[in-house]
Structures are given as C-alpha cells and as structure tokens.
C-alpha cells in the first residue's frame, strides 16, 4: 500500500473521530441542560402547587376554627369574616422548599 494513502486515510479517519466526538459532546450537554431546566420547572410548578395546598387547607383550618368557635358560643357564625390565613400560613412556603430537618422525631 502506497504510504500516500495511509496518510490520506488517517486524516480522513481523524477528521471523522473528531467529528464524532464533537457531536457525541454537544448531544449530551444539550441533554443534559434540557433535563436540568426540565426538572427546574417541575420543582418550581411542585412548590407552587404546595403552597397553594399550604394556603388553602391553612384557610379551611381557620374557617373550621370559626365554625367550632360560633358552634361552642351558640352564635351565628360570620358570613364575610376575614380569614387570617395569609398570616396563619405565611411561614409556610419556606417550610415546603427547605430541606428536612436532619434530627429524628421523637414519638411521644
């Protein structure tokens, strides 16, 4: 074989390997930056959704306190009372995108 086409055939191949690989690259950081945003935004609509949960159940809980407390008075209870729920549950948010809490529950 003429040491021409060696040469000739090995640029080719190298050309072909780097090309590749470039590609091979390219193709699983687009992946994984498109998994990154995908989960950034699952968690982010998952935190809203809580809070959301958070807010509303915390807003039941006080009408259900008021109802208790009307029922136990043998008063009427209010029509278009204020809830206190935005300041019942406005700690709330940070609870549900901190982190557990690292120390055991204690059964009493």
């Known amino acids: 074989m003429d040491t021409a086409w060696i040469s000739a055939f090995s640029a080719v191949m190298g050309s072909l390997v780097g090309g590749f690989t470039t590609f091979v690259t390219t193709y699983a950081n687009q992946r994984s930056q498109y ?59 940070a609870r549900v995108s901190s982190e557990p809490s690292r120390r055991p529950l204690r059964m009493r």
Do not use: G, M
Request: proline residues 8%.
């Open 35 to 93: 998994r990154r945003d995908f989960l950034s935004k699952q968690f982010a609509k998952r935190e809203t959704l809580y809070s959301e949960f958070i807010n509303e159940a915390a807003r039941l809980q006080i009408d259900s306190f008021d109802r208790r407390l009307a029922l136990a008075l043998s008063i009427e209870p209010p029509a278009n009372a204020v809830s206190p729920s935005p300041f019942y549950s406005a700690a709330r948010p």
